[in-house]
């Protein structure tokens, strides 16, 4: 698909000639970043333009429908909505001045900013003109949330936003998405009724399936919504000047510029620009991060690069764990996977481990955070450690009395090796055959093989990656109710996210997430093991840098450079 700005490149144009396009795009490129760097402040870091990677050309940069990581970094850089969270993990207001909850916890009433504008770039220039934007205001957000539940959009947040009243009857049909209980009470006066309270709801708030939407600009675009350059419209810190794609070509590009417009004095827009290099692939953006086009980017390995020459930040946001074939001759077995479960010595392995991983007996990682905190810092998974090697032999002994056989045969343990480094598995391997007398080895494979062979069923047990989808628990425990390979019959009894999500007190946040988890690894159809950092890799002039590894955003709103 080619994307370019049609006040700029007319369409029939862009069908006669890409290569003057491109030429074109770079050439502005060139322009904006002399003009930018002539505006840096070195001081304070700040009128800086970030040259940074898209690993892929974004989906969608509709807020309520994209979920790909290039399109989650723009959409967070270009929209904002009622709440935010602070470097802490803590929520608050951002686009809402203030909220009010109701005694039931079921009613939320958010006063909002009147400095919220709308700005879509109808010239060429760099100019941010008053006509050019209009006010934000409380049915923009009637009518974003009144998408998200609609089950003709099949937004990614529908699940989540299912405690808004009226969503499971308009899920199923039986009354229209207009019907939801979210009302614009006046201009600056939103209401959102609840069908019971929740305490993940303010942080719900800070996702972008929560960020306003312009019904009149968006009837406007007539279903090109997002998918390009002039069919969005920003009420965040930059707007988009030009978005480029060719698949066949080079030099794609998303080019922004700074709102100014939107921000106030306590929150301050650091950049000027954003320049976002579209790449195929993770090895290009790493050549483009070596030669110096780009100034950061992310991963799930931090190999090879040294930490004394780069600021690199590892953030332990998924688990990874053993999952087993509910269909395995052996491994169906509940006997024989309690018995695997306790006869993991963590405490053992943990001296074994690199600084990529760190031993997991919980599921929920220590990348969510509880009112400010990382939620492990406030439960400690080792209230879950089974490790018991009498209890261990003795449910493996029972385990072959129950399938009625005298030994297990031998299996090996699927590995995304993409993933994760299998030798960390070898230990374990070595105990279970010491103490069990079989031998359960290891199976590397790539990215591709792995989601093939799970979804064909081919594997008895697999080392399987739990990340929730937004950096909440009960994102994390939705996992098992919505991705197939994760979920079970007894997993599903146990309506894990519904209890967590009426949770009706923050503070009880923590004993919810906890229970949840308990009731989880009671099934033994997951047996966490590994906790796994997600990477953001800068160079060292760079300072606040946010990168969230649930959604994949990169938040540049702060980001700083003293070069």
């Known amino acids: 698909m080619l994307r370019a700005r049609s006040t700029i490149f007319p369409e029939k144009e862009m069908e006669n000639d890409v290569k003057k396009i491109t030429l074109a795009v770079c050439a502005a490129m060139l322009c904006t970043s002399a003009f930018s760097c002539g505006n840096t402040d070195r001081g304070t870091g700040t009128g ?13 940069l509709d807020p309520q429908f994209a ?69 934000v205001t ?22 989540e936003f299912s405690c808004i009243k ?3 009857e308009i899920a199923e049909g039986l009354i229209s998405a207009e019907s939801a209980e979210v009302y614009a009470v006046d201009r600056y006066t939103l209401m959102i009724v609840l069908e019971h309270p929740c305490a993940e709801f303010l942080r719900l708030l800070c996702s972008a399936g929560a960020y306003p939407c312009n019904k009149e600009f968006f009837l406007s675009t007539k279903g090109r919504y997002g998918l390009d350059d002039r069919s969005v419209m920003s009420n965040g810190a930059f707007y988009v000047r030009q978005w480029f794609y060719d698949p066949y070509g080079v030099n794609n590009i998303l080019f922004m510029r700074r709102n100014g417009k939107n921000w106030t004095d306590d929150y301050e ?20 991060f070596k030669d110096e086009s780009i100034e950061c980017f992310t991963s799930m390995s931090s190999s090879p690069y040294n930490p004394k020459k780069y600021y690199i930040e590892g953030i332990p946001a998924t688990t990874l764990g053993l999952i087993f074939n ?21 405490d053992s392995l943990e001296s074994q481990l690199k600084s990529d991983v760190q031993c997991a007996r ?22 879950f450690d089974e490790f018991d090697k009498e209890k261990a032999l003795e449910l493996y002994a029972q385990a072959k009395q129950e399938l009625g056989t005298e030994s297990i045969e031998t299996v090996k343990i699927l590995v995304n090796a993409e993933t994760v480094d299998s030798g960390y598995l070898h230990s374990l391997s070595q105990r279970w055959q010491e103490l ?8 590397d494979v790539t990215a591709e093989q792995f989601e093939e062979r799970i979804a064909a069923g081919d594997y008895s047990i697999a080392l399987y990656p739990v990340r929730g989808e937004l950096p909440l628990g009960s994102s994390c425990l939705r996992q098992f109710e919505t991705v197939e390979r994760l979920r079970s019959e007894e997993t599903d009894e146990l309506g894990l996210t519904e209890k967590v999500m009426s949770c009706p007190d923050p503070s009880e946040l923590v004993e919810a997430y906890t229970s949840a988890e308990r009731e989880l690894l009671g099934q033994y159809t997951f047996i966490p093991l590994f906790y796994k950092n997600s990477y953001l890799i800068a160079d060292r002039d760079n300072e606040q840098i946010v990168y969230d590894p649930f959604t994949g955003a990169v938040d540049y709103r702060q980001a700083l450079n003293y070069s």
């Open 362 to 383: 919980g599921v929920i990682p220590p990348a969510v955070s509880v009112l400010g905190r990382s939620y492990r810092e406030l439960s400690s998974d080792r209230q």
């Open 67 to 135: 979920s790909d990581p290039s399109s989650a970094t723009v959409i967070k850089n270009l929209y904002s909505g009622l709440m935010m969270t602070d470097s802490s993990g803590a929520v608050k207001c951002c686009n809402a001045e203030s909220y009010d909850i109701s005694e039931d916890g079921t009613v939320y009433t958010f006063t909002l900013r009147q400095d919220n504008y709308w700005f879509y770039d109808t010239n060429s220039d760099d100019v941010i003109d008053d006509e050019e934007c209009f006010n």
């Open 269 to 288: 827009i650091a950049p000027s620009y954003l320049s976002f290099y579209i790449q195929r692939s993770e090895e290009e953006v790493r050549a483009a």
């Open 48 to 60: 800086h333009m970030f040259d940074v990677p898209l690993l892929g050309d974004p989906e969608s």
């Open 166 to 168: 009226g969503a499971s």
């Open 326 to 346: 509910p269909e395995d001759k052996y491994y169906s077995n509940l006997s024989l996977r309690m018995a695997l479960a306790k006869s993991i010595d963590r």
């Open 138 to 159: 409380a049915e923009d957000y009637v009518f974003a949330l009144q998408r998200v539940l609609d089950p003709k959009m099949q937004s990614p947040y529908a699940e």
């Open 436 to 443: 069990f007398g079989s031998y359960i080895g290891i199976e």
